[in-house]
C-alpha cells in the first residue's frame, strides 16, 4: 500500500521560501510519476509540478514556472516542491501524488501540507 506523507509547510511572508517534503513507501517508485497540487479555499484543486522518479523533464504550472522546483531524492524515497519568491496567491493546501506513468491518473495522494503566505 502507497503511502505519501507530506511536511514543510507554514506561515510564511510573501518573497520567502519553503521547501515541502512527501516521503513516499509502500512501492518501487522508480518508474513512477510524480506530481505536487494545490486547493486553495473555495477552489479546485490545481496541479503545480510533476516529474518521474527516474528523472527526465520536470513540468510546471503557468503560475509557478521560475519560483518553484520539484525534484527527488531516490536514496530518501522523498519528493521535494522547493518554492520561492512565495506570493499570498500560493496559499493553499499543498497534496503530493502518484501514478504509474503519465498515461493514468493519479491514484495515491497524501494528507497535504497548508502553506499560508502573507502579505
Known amino acids: 500500500q502507497v503511502q505519501l506523507v507530506e511536511s514543510g509547510g507554514g506561515l510564511v511572508q510573501a518573497g520567502d521560501s519553503l521547501r515541502l517534503s512527501c516521503a513516499a513507501s509502500?512501492?518501487?517508485?522508480?518508474?513512477?510519476?510524480m506530481g505536487w497540487f494545490r486547493q486553495a479555499p473555495g477552489k479546485e484543486r490545481e496541479f503545480v509540478a510533476s516529474?518521474?522518479?527516474?528523472?527526465?523533464?520536470?513540468i510546471y504550472a503557468d503560475s509557478v514556472k521560475g519560483r518553484f522546483t520539484i525534484s527527488t531524492d531516490n536514496a530518501k524515497n522523498t519528493v521535494y516542491l522547493q518554492m520561492n519568491s512565495l506570493k499570498p496567491e500560493d496559499t493553499a493546501v499543498y497534496y503530493c501524488?502518484?501514478?504509474?506513468?503519465?498515461?493514468?491518473?493519479?491514484?495515491?495522494w497524501g494528507q497535504g501540507t497548508q502553506v499560508t503566505v502573507s502579505s
Open positions: 501524488a502518484t501514478r504509474t506513468s503519465v498515461f493514468v491518473s493519479y491514484r495515491d
Open positions: 509502500g512501492r518501487t517508485f522508480s518508474s513512477y510519476n
Open positions: 516529474i518521474n522518479w527516474n528523472g527526465g523533464r520536470a
